[in-house]
């Protein structure tokens, strides 16, 4: 059990340093703004980088690579509708949203008669 309480204290250092790195990386970014803007940018991406480096020795950033992992295989897996699918689908949606403006726009028509027939406005 100490030794869980130490690997959570290790890990909390660990993503500590690395958010401070990361933070300390952007801050530089803006505050040397007179410098090559790819400079700046190169040296976030490095920074970023061994940042995340040092966040994936955590188990929160094992855990983390292990569900990106895992994701990436569920993605594979997806079937994508052919472009005739996605035309008849998004056709049909078209549809439907035509024909439903037009019923609500005659039920705004008939409300407004039905209103003005009530409150004696119509003709």
Known sequence: MNTETQASGLDTVKLAVALMLLGGAVFAFYWYADQSLL????GLLGVAAVSILIASQTALGRS???FIGSTRTEVRKVVWP?????TQTALAVLFVVV???????????????AIRLLTGQGG
Do not use: C, H, K
């Open 99 to 113: 024909l439903m403006g037009v019923v609500l726009w005659l039920l705004d028509m008939f409300l407004l008669w």
């Open 82 to 86: 052919t472009r005739a699918e996605t």
């Open 39 to 42: 400079m700046r940018v190169l």
């Open 64 to 66: 983390t690579w292990s």
